[in-house]
């Protein structure tokens, strides 16, 4: 968006009432869908400063730039962290299998995913959004390469009821995926334990610029992402059984 404002205010300057439509801009109330930008590429457009087919290759360029910006949309968070993230991971790796009575007498919900065959997966996902600010989540979303400061929250992490994390972040640009045993997510410097008064062995884990690259080992791509599952359940197997 930051770039998208700097290529229209550079168009806007150079019209000769470009003083006056801003004055205009300010008064004006942002209705969806017509909102400033509108107003500013409709007066480009009909002053010939601004040609369809340029138009069309900004608007281009913008959807490259912000191509997950529809998933900063989703203003419920039980719609993304479980509903988009659970889905898109199963896309990813097609012989995860979820988990019902059915299958298994004594789930109730404990993880997200099994993976043949006895692997325990659990799903968290955040956005990366610009830090303490009121404004709507899709106009604090952030891009990858951006230096404002950040918080992301997975909640809600039990490591006694997997043997493995996936982690998923997504900013404008990218979607970033990790790849955690239990045992090292429990274990970790910025793992907090006892997110709600009461809940035994139940925690939280903020990532954030200060802290996000010391995470990086555990980085994964998509495309090898059933092989980066099992190595790191076999990490967990070796510290579990080093532990005890």
């Not at 801003?22 to 869908?33: E, G």
């Not at 138009?55 to 509903?83: C, H, Q, W």
């Not at 410097?189 to 010391?214: A, M, P, T, V």
Request: charge should be neutral; include cysteine.
């Amino acid at each position: 968006m930051d770039k998208l404002k700097q290529q229209l205010d550079t168009l806007l300057s150079s019209l000769e009432n470009a003083t006056e439509i801003q004055a205009a801009l300010l008064r004006q109330n942002s209705v969806y869908p017509f909102n400033n930008i509108e107003h500013i590429i409709v007066h480009l457009i009909a002053l010939n400063k601004l040609t369809l087919e340029e138009y069309e290759d900004m608007r281009t360029e913008y959807l490259s730039r912000n191509k997950y910006l529809y998933l900063f949309e989703i203003s419920a968070p039980r719609g993304f962290g479980e509903v988009w993230a659970q889905k898109h991971l199963k896309d990813l790796v097609s012989t995860l299998q979820s988990l019902n009575k059915r299958s298994d007498s004594k789930y109730s919900g404990q993880y997200d995913f099994f993976l043949p065959p006895s692997i325990r997966i659990e799903v968290k996902a955040s956005r990366a959004v610009e830090f303490q600010t009121d404004k709507p989540l899709y106009l604090k979303a952030l891009s990858s390469n951006s230096s404002k400061p950040f918080d992301m929250n997975f909640q809600q992490i039990k490591p006694a009821c997997c043997d493995v994390f996936v982690w998923i972040a997504v900013w404008r640009d990218v979607i970033k995926y990790w790849v955690i045993p239990s045992f090292e997510v429990e274990n970790n410097l910025f793992y907090s334990k006892g997110q709600h008064r009461g809940n035994i062995g139940e925690g939280q884990l903020h990532l954030n610029q200060d802290n996000i690259y010391q995470f990086d080992k555990y980085l994964a791509n998509p495309m090898n992402f059933e092989e980066a599952i099992i190595s790191a359940f076999n990490k967990e197997i070796k510290s579990r059984n080093f532990s005890s």
